[in-house]
Structures are given as structure tokens and as C-alpha cells.
């Protein structure tokens, strides 16, 4: 559940689509039934999912080379991610679910970084707001929780807890999470920035052994318990500084400026589309954004007549 701007992601093969090769009748398939060339597959291809695999490619390449993000970066990422849902075999089974193998998921954390860079580039954050947000990963709170889709659902769970009910079978049974059917939906101990924003604040805020009321996230609904609360050990300020002042400034990205951010940022690239089936593909990002229509001033109320006295 760690905060990330979640983006769409394209199948990485696809990639390979977009260079011309000399060999354009090279049979890539056989069969009894005919042969498929690599021109026929890049111009299906092309007319299936040419224009958004272009601009995701194109984007890329846009801000690899203002805002690089490096392969080290993508695995520390990954390791913490595996860290954090308490193993790789865990991590693997929620790529899954959400429709990834390894190489597309590594692929859209790739895009996401390159995002997030270009979001946080110009907003600025205070020693002081670091500082403040420190002290409050000093808490380190374990709790546990149950997933589910909708907010019905979390009512319903939420009521079988407060009748008694136990909290690890109930999460086995209803939960969305691959995980909780090992875990029981316990998460172990966090501290701040670790988790969604959302969680993060119920969770922080919550008592001991108390049951939250749903909490809901990117991920779905949640129902909450913590169970014990104590002193964070945690690295220093100092080594802790660039990834707090990280968090902190996309916690401030204004979500509703994220589109025209992007598209100032494409305009700004030159992009020249030589092949013309494509050559809309980009016409939304490069689009220059509407001017609101100016506000028409109040009339004024002339009738006379109306003043007293």
C-alpha cells in the first residue's frame, strides 16, 4: 500500500513495434493456415494499440532525459515493496492480481517515477516540514486490517467484528488482499509515510483494539485494528531526509493539475510524428488547454424607486 501516482501501463513488447526493420517480410509465425510477417504484425499492432503505446514510449523517453530515473532506484523500489508485503512470494502474488508479470510491472514503476519527478520538480518544502514529519515516524503502530471492494461490505465486517467475530478468520474469509490468507491481514509495525495517506491517518489515530470505521483508499475499503503502539528505531534525520522531503512534496502535488503538467511538458518536446496513421496520436497531450470564458459582470439593479426615505 505505499504511495505511489498510479499510472497506465502498456505491455513492454510493444516497444519493439515502433523501429522499421529492412527485413519488413520476415516471417515472425507459421502455420498451416499462412504466414504472419513482421510488417503485417507491426501494422495490426499499429491499428490496435499504436497511438497509446506511442505516447507512452514517447513520454518516457521525454522525461528519462529531464528527469532520469535510474535502474538502482527501480530495485530499491521493488525490494521495499517486497519488504513491505513480507516477501517475494507475496509481492509476486499481488503483481499478479493486478494483471502484471514482472517485466510490465517494472516497466510502470518506471513511468510512475518519471512522474512523480516531473510533479515534485518545481514544489518546495520547508526544514521545518521535515522536521515535523520525522518526529511523527518516531510512532511505530502494528495493526491489522481486512480489504474488501466496496463500502457495504466493510459494514458488514465491521459488525461481525463488534459481534464477536474473529478478526484472522473473518480476513481470510472476506479480504481482497492475496496476502491475508497467510497473514490474516497483519501488517506487522509501520511507521508514517509507509503506507496509503488515507490508512496512514486512521491507523495513527486509532486505539488499541479498537475497530475503525471503513477507511477507503486507491485500494478499496478498509476495517482496521491496531494492536500495539511503541518508539519507532529508525535511521537518522539525516539519512532519512531526501525521502521524507520526497513524500512530503508529492503529498502536495495538486492531483487536478497533474494532466496539464504532463502536457506542457510534451509541448515542450518538439515531437514530430513521421508515420501519418499516427500522426494524431499526440493531438490531446499537444493540445493547447482552453481559456475559461470570462465572467460577465452582475447587472446592476437600476429599477428606481427603491431607496427609502
Sequence with gaps: MKKWIATVSLAVGVSGLAACSDEESEVIVSSASGDITKEEFYQEMKSTVGEQALQMMVLENVLQEKYPVSEEEIDEEIESMKEQYGGEEQFNAVVSQQGHTEESFREMLVLNKLQEN?????IEVTDEEIQA????????VSARHILVEDEETALEVKQLLEDGGDFTELAKEYSTEPAAQESGGDLGFFTAGQMDPAFEEAAFNLEPNVISEPVQTN???????VTETRE???????????????????????????SSIIQGIMRDADIDVKDEELSTAFDSLLAEPEEAPAEEPAEEDTDEGTDEG
Excluded: P
Design 133 to 140: 514529519e520525522y518526529e511523527q515516524m518516531q510512532k511505530e
Design 232 to 258: 519507532a528505531d529508525i535511521e537518522s534525520l539525516d539519512e532519512m531526509r531526501d525521502d521524507i522531503e520526497r513524500d512530503l512534496k508529492l503529498e502536495k502535488v495538486d492531483q487536478t493539475q497533474v
Design 118 to 122: 516531473a510533479l515534485i520538480a518545481d
Design 219 to 225: 485500494f478499496g475499503y478498509h476495517i482496521i485494528e
